[in-house]
């Protein structure tokens, strides 16, 4: 195996800017990796060999002019099957959109190929976002590399399965509800939700819009800096979209892997790290917190009594946002159409019908129903119209606790990765994974999740989450980064050097 694959992407970077190695040397190795393991590992739904090493060589030529477009020229990276690839199939792990193949880029994308990381193809996810497994991608789960009989998390399981793998030193994911962080913490890789608003959506495949947002998905804080940076910013395109500039987030990580935390107020959530969590996980969950107060952090304990609601009133909004959403994919205007069985001349409804009902799987026609029923005219005050006053309240605990600390902290998932297929059939426990992640989608603050140690007797990952007040992404990646280096200094070398070896020779 190449050792390059190992680096990080900010090592990477500098081996490209001291001419130690090339972008094709590098791309190659990562394509050479993935023939090796995604067999087993199942992180990529399509690879772009060819484009990637075309992009490759003119990241190279673009050096050797002394024209490099970004800190990360030339750093390969993998998407997430929801965001919009121009010439490159986009399924969101959907046989509704099997075939479609999307005639321009999102703007995250246009921004990579800009900023000259070449693309190393398209990963795995739950269709159309909704899980916390990738088991409900409709062409197969992903594996956890660190045990594959187990999930990834989900819904960007491929993309935290890819960095874990070493399959890519970068991914971009997306988070409504935790599928950036939640899939970090069982794989062992560090994830962010930006701040709402913070990345642009254009020609994200939206679930729940006002939920939604892109981040980046990586092996260290820094990484999703660096990644966050290319991506982040305001779009004209996209009408929430903020239009300022982005806090240094490169500057904080960096600032805080010099390890000082002095007078930073760490406010740990009563909610979210008691009942319901395991006690691997609630243990290395306090050794980072002990961690940072010997970094000179303060610790407060904050109520958000609100909280204990979130996933009640994630799981009303969330499915009504996607139901409406998801209308337009009626057979008519993309992807898979099939026609009705005796049906002699059939109807445009007809043919809906059952393109649809081919199409889409159980998880999106239950979510479909859910959210159509919780709009209906006769019950939208009830369900829709309450949850949006619940939504308000999770606000203002997210308010009042950031008038007492600087950061929330807790647990980023209550469990470490469980057995492929063991919650598959009981949606609700599949929901509960989200606990932690959901209050930061609803109230829209930014949150990174980075791994906290290994948790259980197999010696699987857990992960803690940090998330920042609204706009304040630069903290995540400060807090982040200080707790990042002294768990690895503890460690004795990064988390992910623990994962048992994968076949193809890691
Ligand atoms: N697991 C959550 C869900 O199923 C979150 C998904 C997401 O963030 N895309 O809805």
């Keep these: ?94 046989k509704i959109l099997q075939g479609w193949v999307p005639p321009y880029d999102a703007t995250v994308v246009r921004r990579l190929k800009d900023a000259g990381l070449p693309i190393l193809g398209k990963t795995n996810m739950d269709e159309f976002a909704m899980g916390s497994s990738t088991e409900h991608s409709a062409y197969g789960p992903t594996h956890n590399p660190w045990d594959l009989d187990r999930i990834p998390g989900g819904s960007g399981g491929g993309s935290a399965a890819a960095v874990a793998a070493f399959e890519a030193p970068l ?160 057979a008519m205007r993309y992807g ?31 979510r479909i129903i859910l959210g159509t029923y919780a709009l209906s005219s006769g019950y939208y005050d009830a369900f829709y119209g309450q949850a949006q006053k619940v939504r308000t309240l999770i606000t203002r605990d997210f308010d009042a606790a950031f008038e007492r600390a600087d950061v929330l902290l807790s647990p980023t998932a209550p469990t470490t990765a469980f057995k492929l297929g063991e919650k598959l059939d009981d949606p609700i426990a599949m929901y509960l994974n989200d606990l932690a992640t959901i209050p930061a989608n609803l109230s829209g603050v930014p949150g990174i999740s980075l791994p906290s140690g290994l948790a259980d007797e197999d010696g699987l990952p857990a992960g803690i989450q940090v998330l920042a007040p609204a706009l304040a992404d630069d903290r995540v990646y400060r807090v982040g980064a200080a707790l990042e280096t002294a768990l690895t200094e503890k460690w004795g070398g990064p988390l992910l050097d623990r994962a048992p070896a994968l076949e193809g020779g890691q």
Excluded: W
């Excluded at 195996?1 to 990080?8: A, G, P, T």
């Excluded at 199942?42 to 992009?55: I, N, S, Y």
């Excluded at 939640?182 to 939920?211: D, E, F, H, I, W």
């Excluded at 109807?347 to 809906?352: C, L, Q, R, W």
């Design 171 to 330: 991914a971009l994911g997306t988070d409504t509800g935790g599928s950036i962080r939640q899939p970090g913490a069982v794989t062992g890789t560090v994830g962010v939700k930006p701040t709402y608003g913070g990345v642009s959506r254009y020609g994200l495949v939206a679930m729940a819009n006002s939920l939604d947002q892109v981040g980046p998905v990586t092996r260290t804080v820094l990484d999703s800096a660096l990644l966050h940076e290319v991506i982040g910013g305001h779009d004209p395109l996209d009408s929430t979209s903020i239009d300022r500039p982005l806090p240094g987030l490169v500057a904080a990580a960096r600032q805080g892997a010099a390890g000082d935390l002095s007078g930073v107020r760490l406010g740990v959530v009563k909610e979210l790290s008691g009942e319901g969590y395991q006690a691997g996980v609630l243990a290395r969950f306090q050794e980072s917190i002990d961690l940072m107060v010997g970094l000179g952090a303060e610790v407060v304990e904050v109520e958000c009594p609100s909280f204990v609601h979130a996933l009640a009133t994630y799981y009303l909004i969330m499915p009504s946002e996607a139901s409406s959403n998801l209308a337009k994919f009626d």
């Design 1 to 94: 195996m190449s050792d390059l694959i190992r680096k990080s992407a900010s090592d990477l970077a500098d081996g490209l800017a001291t001419g130690a190695t090339t972008s094709v040397e590098l791309t190659q190795a990562h394509l050479d990796r993935i023939a090796a393991v995604d067999g087993a590992v199942h992180a990529f739904l399509h690879v772009d060999a060819e484009g990637a090493l075309a992009q490759a060589a003119a990241a190279d030529e673009r050096r050797a002019e002394g024209a490099t477009r970004s800190a990360l020229d030339g750093v390969p990276v993998a998407v997430k099957d929801v965001l919009a690839t121009e010439g490159l199939p986009t399924t969101c792990g959907s």
């Design 336 to 366: 898979l159409r099939v026609l009705p069985d005796g049906v002699d001349s059939p109807s445009a409804e007809d043919v809906m019908r059952a393109s649809r009902d081919a199409g889409f799987g159980d998880e999106v026609k239950r």
